[in-house]
């Protein structure tokens, strides 16, 4: 009887009392002030959408679609067409990739689960000090040192090896794609590293040393227990350095030539969006040549959202998968 007494002025309790007390307890207030800090993020990305959008208009109203899959940019005659930046910014993003993931995951692998504490913690140490190194800095560096080895070593020993390959075929300048792709690989180098990195250490010990109680090598362990539990972290990671990459521009236009074309061969010179609108913004003139320059923004900016798109997509498959084995 005393029980129910107590319940029933709990359930009597009007909504506005309820929100009061909830207020004076402070909940309700973090829920108002974190939920404008969510929809601030929202507001931003929409209002840059919007800018995009609008700054474009002239660009979108004479060039249309084909503004996508043209070849011909001549600000001359107001003809102008993407398509070589958009194959310039994902062959050099991809070729990134290609060089960074396997040596980056390779590094995090040796760091989190090989390596010394002291060893480890010193090597960590100059990887996150790369990663704060501006991107001109390693472009500089390109001009003065990758680029001469590109056209003087590395290039003609991959085309005595590879040069039937129409990847591999035609001169070689220094600069080119391969050699924005190989500097992109360095500057996300760190990125892949950090977070994989994290992401293995996070894996709890108990998964180690049930592996190693069962028999298994270190190297079993790291490979088959430790690295798919951290599967999702190393996938974040790669695409958190693909978004890296694709949005990449000083140290890219320093070192890929520059040339509005497309090329088979990735010794040829190239262009990337981010690379085109440093270049040329500030001497765009009239009406249609800026709003070209913005629509090239609102593609990249499509662009990458896509493709974060598709890594949530592949990280919530292999969620799926992995729950589904379990």
Not at 66 to 84: H, I, Q, R
Not at 126 to 148: C, H, K, N, Q, R
Not at 301 to 323: D, E, H, M, P, Y
């Amino acid at each position: 009887m005393s029980s129910s007494a107590a319940v029933q002025p709990q359930m009597g309790k009007s909504p506005v009392s309820e929100i009061s007390r909830r207020l004076r307890g402070g909940d309700e207030v973090a829920w108002l002030i974190t939920l404008l800090f969510s929809i601030s993020v929202l507001l931003v990305t929409a209002l840059l959408v919007w800018e995009l959008w609008v700054g474009s208009e002239p660009s979108r109203a004479k060039s249309g679609f084909s503004f996508l899959t043209s070849k011909l940019w001549n600000p001359v005659t107001d003809e102008f067409g993407a398509y070589p930046f958009i194959y310039g910014t994902i062959v050099t993003s991809v070729l990134a990739l290609a060089i960074a993931v396997p040596t980056g995951v390779g590094a995090a692998i040796y760091l989190s689960e090989l390596a010394t504490g002291k060893w480890s913690d010193s090597l960590t140490f100059l990887v996150e000090l790369l990663a704060a190194v501006p991107s001109v800095i390693f472009g500089l560096l390109a001009m003065f040192t990758l680029v001469p080895m590109m056209r003087e070593t590395i290039g003609p020993a991959i085309k005595s090896v590879f040069g039937s390959l129409p990847l591999f075929s035609g001169p070689v300048y220094g600069v080119g794609y391969f050699t924005a792709g190989l500097v992109m690989a360095i500057m996300i180098f760190p990125y892949i590293i950090s977070v994989s990195r994290e992401a293995l250490m996070s894996v709890p010990r108990e998964q180690r040393e049930a592996a190693l109680a069962l028999g298994a090598t270190k190297w079993e362990s790291t490979w088959q227990i430790v690295v798919p539990y951290a599967r999702l972290g190393i996938i974040g990671s790669v695409f958190l350095a693909f978004a890296r990459a694709l949005g990449e521009t000083m140290a890219v236009t320093m070192v890929i030539g520059n040339d509005p074309s497309v090329h088979a061969s990735l010794f040829a010179p190239g262009y990337t969006i981010a690379a085109v609108i440093a270049n040329e913004f500030t001497e765009a003139t009239g009406k249609v040549y800026p709003a070209a320059l913005v629509e090239l923004g609102l593609v990249l900016f499509v662009l990458t959202f896509i493709l974060n798109g598709l890594a949530r997509l592949l990280i919530l498959i292999t969620t799926q998968k992995g729950s589904a084995r379990a």
